[in-house]
């Protein structure tokens, strides 16, 4: 960890401390923030997880969620738990490799073959490896939701091959991985919060982005983008977490309420998220969007390989655990 990391994760702990204390250890509410309508899979598990936290404490904890962002955008929301300004939340380990390097491993274009394989993956010791870093950035994992497999859509064209992306604009999340990526594939990446998608794919700003299909139909995104190709580029889990210092603050009684809680979310969660991607496959289908299969994706993984060699020049304390997720998948 480079000095600046290390000062920064050290003031952001002092922060949390500090909150903890002067809020108490057992806060009449713990909020949770969530960047998802309340009917998203998500929402679901974090509905859950809050409800078995009342259940299960006897109400001496409470927890509730707060949906659709109304407690801030995911990077303002990411330091605010760090920090101890709200208590737990859902985050995609995308932005998450902003503040954990151990994190952006998984925004490695195609570092997982399946949705199942990142489960396995997850559940396992490369998945403790990547909450580590985490923990020691001010952030406690508890569980890992699905959020499914991403691909590109866009206004103009199916994408079969990577020369289809040639001169197209996409909105990518903000992580530099994701702008190495579209460039590696010959289009233009755009950062852009996931708010000014929709009107910016309306007025022709940007020509597509990419998502799941639950994303794709919930923010409406298919009614401007009506091209849908499944590249299946980015498998991305999504991290249950709170805030480290509130967490170490709890008994090994409320500790074990916590993990058992966020245990039964996960499971409640993937559930709902498999159910969900094919509804929203189907419907978008129905709502006339032109959706093509990538029988051979070779040719977008093999433009990758400048990506993964970035990667490991700038990280190569991350090439064990990068060869571990791969190995995990043999």
């Known amino acids: ?15 949390a401390v500090s909150v903890a204390l002067a809020s108490g250890a057992q806060a009449k509410e713990w909020r949770g923030w969530n960047i998802h309508p309340p009917e998203y899979p998500v929402s679901t598990g974090m509905e859950e997880f809050a409800k078995l936290i009342n259940e299960k404490s006897g109400g001496d904890l409470e927890a509730k969620v707060y949906h659709g962002g109304v407690l801030g955008d995911q990077p303002d929301a990411i330091q605010q738990v760090r920090l101890g ?3 737990w939340a859902v985050f995609n380990l995308g932005p998450l490799g902003e503040v954990a390097p151990e994190a952006n491993v998984v925004s490695l274009p195609f570092i997982f073959k ?29 569980g890992w939701y699905d959020s499914g497999a991403r691909s590109f859509y866009n206004s103009k064209r199916p994408i079969n091959t990577p020369a289809d992306l040639d001169g197209l604009k996409f909105r990518v ?21 996931y708010s000014s998608v929709y009107q910016s794919l309306k007025t022709g700003v940007i020509d597509g982005a990419e998502n799941n299909y639950p994303s794709y139909d919930s923010s409406g995104h298919f009614e401007a983008a009506k091209y849908y190709s499944v590249t299946q580029h980015l498998i991305l889990p999504e991290c249950l977490c709170m805030n480290k210092a509130l967490y170490d603050s709890l008994s090994d009684e409320e500790k074990k309420i916590v993990h058992e809680a966020a245990e039964a979310s996960v499971t409640i969660q993937r559930a709902a998220w498999a159910d969900r991607a094919e509804q929203s496959k189907e419907k978008v289908i129905a709502a006339g969007i032109e959706v093509n299969e990538i029988a051979d994706k070779q040719a977008f993984q093999d433009a990758m390989q400048p990506v993964y060699d970035n990667f490991l020049k700038a990280n190569p304390d991350l090439a064990d655990l990068v060869k571990a997720i791969q190995d995990a998948q043999k």
């Open 114 to 142: 399946s949705v199942d394989a990142m489960h396995d993956v997850m559940d396992g010791p490369a998945g403790q490896q990547i909450a580590d870093g985490l923990i020691e950035a001010g952030l406690q994992p508890l």
């Open 173 to 193: 999340m903000s992580n530099d991985l994701y702008v190495q990526m579209v460039d590696a594939l010959g289009g233009n990446a755009t950062p852009m919060a």
């Open 85 to 87: 300004g709200l208590d």
């Open 1 to 15: 960890m480079n000095k600046f990391i290390k000062t920064t994760t050290l003031t952001i702990a002092a922060a």
